[in-house]
């Protein structure tokens, strides 16, 4: 794919309504759960990112028949728990760590080979998180000697249920091991410390699969499946992401006289740390209509220009906004006073080093930041930075997307040296950006 620099410059308010691209987490989940269901499905809303792409692909590959309509829907028509085929080519996951380590726990209980790849950012993320507990329950691996991809998994005919508490909060890890779970006899259960998104519990009790939840006497939650599952297929509505929808609401917040609407994002609390931090910071968002779709919460978020001021975020509430630290930074950067990011070390293995490039970007922008191994302040003066700095993007798209919305509130422009790969979360991000009234063009 060519490089494609972007730049933001300041301009006037943002205003209007703009619905953003469905969620990436559920999307991929319908897709997976659409391919294990006995059945048709039918999925409306469903993102069509370049991420998603991949998992249809490689379901494709495993035998599912998946397509999209002529009307914008997806319909998939599922094999049955258990029922997948051996894939004759390799399984390209792209930039995506969720198809990546979701469809490893998920041809694990199959008893055949499937080969795995990525990008130049996803042969760099560990693989041992997911390969260490499904080993447990019977699979094997053969990954590069540094626990990274490209790698292959032998998936077991004799698959052992397992009870693993998480080392890291990953709900992607929960996810490949309830995944194996489904093709395991006997009860599958995942201990979780801090809870984490859980859209693949919500999904499975939606297709019909009992899920159970208990609260351990720590505190702790066991979430567990019993396995030979049936998944009945049941049509879905995926809401519309909260983590993308977080750069239209920070940049209606930092651009002066904005008022910007959001309809049907996904309220799920163990996603919403993002909007609750920006609250605290005095964040003028309100969140109405609130309803429910296909087993999710969603709302139509009302967000309206606001002087914020620097604030702690709580380290236990890294799981819920994990993805939303770097549109955060944006946002501390032009607020009054310090604001404090602990416990933030997984953002040291998403797509880039998120942690690093933000703490670079920011000072490249002219804002002081501290930065430690597991944390970082970023210290607001209580207007936006000066700007003026091209940011290096490391095929990341939320550092892309972040820079972008901080340049169209700063003095100078701010620039991103590749912007092509925000086409895997968030496809039309600049035109609907700028249908708001934003200056995002090429250069
Ligand atoms: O389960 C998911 O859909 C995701 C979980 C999170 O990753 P981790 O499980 O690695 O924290 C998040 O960063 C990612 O964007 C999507
Ligand atoms: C970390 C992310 O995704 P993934 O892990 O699926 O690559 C993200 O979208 O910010």
Same mark, same amino acid.
């Not at 979780?192 to 859980?198: I, L, Y």
């Not at 991103?416 to 496809?427: L, Y």
């Given at each position: 794919?060519?490089? =494609?620099?972007?730049?933001?410059?300041?301009?006037?308010?943002? @205003?209007?309504?703009?619905?953003?691209?469905?969620? =990436?987490?559920?999307?991929?989940?319908?897709?997976?759960?659409? @391919?294990?269901?006995?059945?048709?499905?039918?999925?409306?809303?469903?993102?069509?990112?370049?991420?998603?792409?991949?998992?249809?692909?490689?379901?494709?590959?495993?035998?599912?028949?998946?397509?999209?309509?002529?009307?914008?829907?997806?319909?998939? &028509?599922?094999?049955?728990?258990?029922?997948?085929?051996?894939?004759?080519?390799?399984?390209?996951?792209?930039?995506?760590?969720?198809?990546? &380590?979701?469809?490893?726990?998920?041809?694990?209980?199959?008893?055949?080979?499937?080969?795995?790849?990525?990008?130049?950012?996803?042969?760099?993320?560990?693989?041992?998180?997911?390969?260490?507990?499904?080993?447990?329950?019977?699979?094997?691996?053969?990954?590069?000697?540094?626990?990274?991809? *490209?790698?292959?998994?032998?998936?077991?005919?004799?698959?052992?249920?397992?009870?693993?508490?998480? *080392?890291?909060?990953?709900?992607?890890?929960?996810?490949?091991?309830?995944?194996?779970?489904?093709?395991?006899?006997?009860?599958?259960?995942?201990?979780?410390?801090?809870?984490?998104?859980?859209?693949?519990?919500?999904?499975?009790?939606?297709?019909?699969?009992?899920?159970?939840?208990?609260?351990?006497?720590?505190?702790?939650?066991?979430?567990?499946?019993?396995?030979?599952?049936?998944?009945?297929?049941?049509?879905?509505?995926?809401?519309?992401?909260?983590?993308?929808?977080?750069?239209?609401?920070?940049?209606?917040?930092?651009?002066?006289?904005?008022?910007?609407?959001?309809?049907?994002?996904?309220?799920?609390?163990?996603?919403?740390?993002?909007?609750?931090?920006? =609250?605290?910071?005095?964040?003028?968002?309100?969140?109405?209509?609130?309803?429910?779709?296909?087993?999710?919460?969603?709302?139509?978020?009302?967000?309206?220009?606001?002087?914020?001021?620097?604030?702690?975020?709580?380290?236990?509430?890294?799981?819920?906004?994990?993805?939303?630290?770097?549109?955060?930074?944006?946002?501390?950067?032009?607020?009054?006073?310090?604001?404090?990011?602990?416990?933030?070390?997984?953002? &040291?293995?998403?797509?880039?080093?998120?942690?690093?490039?933000?703490?670079?970007?920011?000072?490249?922008?002219?804002?002081?930041?501290?930065?430690?191994?597991?944390?970082?302040?970023?210290?607001?003066?209580? =207007? *936006?930075?000066?700007?003026?700095?091209?940011?290096?993007? @490391?095929?990341?798209?939320?550092?892309?997307?972040?820079?972008?919305?901080?340049?169209?509130?700063?003095?100078?422009?701010?620039?991103?040296?590749?912007?092509?790969?925000?086409?895997?979360?968030?496809?039309?991000?600049?035109?609907?950006?700028?249908?708001?009234?934003?200056?995002?063009?090429?250069?």
């Amino acid at each position: 794919m060519p490089a =494609k620099p972007l730049v933001a410059r300041k301009g006037g308010a943002l @205003a209007g309504t703009v619905r953003v691209p469905g969620d =990436k987490s559920i999307s991929h989940r319908s897709l997976m759960f659409g @391919a294990l269901a006995l059945g048709e499905t039918r999925i409306e809303g469903l993102l069509t990112g370049e991420d998603v792409l991949r998992t249809a692909d490689a379901l494709r590959a495993l035998g599912a028949s998946i397509e999209r309509l002529d009307d914008g829907t997806w319909r998939t &028509r599922g094999r049955g728990v258990g029922g997948l085929a051996e894939p004759s080519r390799v399984l390209d996951m792209g930039n995506s760590g969720t198809a990546a &380590r979701l469809l490893m726990g998920l041809v694990s209980t199959h008893p055949f080979t499937s080969i795995f790849t990525g990008d130049a950012s996803l042969v760099k993320r560990p693989m041992a998180r997911v390969t260490v507990p499904l080993s447990k329950m019977g699979a094997s691996f053969v990954l590069r000697s540094n626990g990274r991809l *490209p790698g292959a998994v032998v998936g077991t005919n004799m698959p052992v249920p397992i009870e693993y508490r998480l *080392p890291v909060a990953s709900a992607q890890v929960k996810s490949a091991i309830l995944l194996a779970g489904l093709n395991t006899p006997g009860r599958t259960t995942v201990i979780e410390a801090e809870p984490t998104r859980d859209h693949t519990e919500r999904m499975l009790r939606h297709f019909g699969v009992d899920v159970r939840e208990e609260v351990l006497e720590d505190g702790a939650l066991a979430v567990s499946v019993t396995g030979e599952a049936n998944l009945t297929a049941r049509d879905l509505v995926v809401p519309s992401d909260p983590s993308s929808a977080a750069f239209p609401a920070v940049a209606a917040l930092l651009c002066p006289g904005s008022e910007v609407r959001l309809p049907g994002v996904g309220t799920n609390t163990r996603r919403t740390g993002l909007y609750e931090t920006l =609250k605290e910071m005095g964040a003028d968002i309100a969140f109405q209509d609130q309803r429910e779709e296909a087993g999710e919460p969603v709302a139509d978020l009302l967000v309206r220009a606001t002087a914020l001021k620097g604030v702690e975020v709580p380290p236990d509430r890294a799981p819920s906004m994990i993805d939303e630290y770097p549109i955060l930074a944006m946002a501390a950067a032009c607020a009054t006073g310090p604001t404090v990011m602990r416990g933030i070390g997984e953002l &040291r293995v998403k797509e880039s080093d998120r942690l690093a490039m933000v703490a670079d970007g920011l000072v490249a922008c002219g804002v002081k930041v501290e930065a430690g191994e597991d944390w970082m302040v970023v210290h607001g003066t209580g =207007k *936006p930075p000066k700007g003026g700095a091209r940011i290096a993007t @490391a095929l990341d798209h939320r550092i892309a997307m972040s820079f972008l919305v901080l340049g169209l509130a700063t003095d100078e422009p701010v620039g991103v040296d590749d912007g092509s790969f925000i086409d895997t979360s968030f496809p039309g991000f600049v035109r609907l950006m700028n249908g708001l009234g934003a200056g995002i063009g090429e250069g």
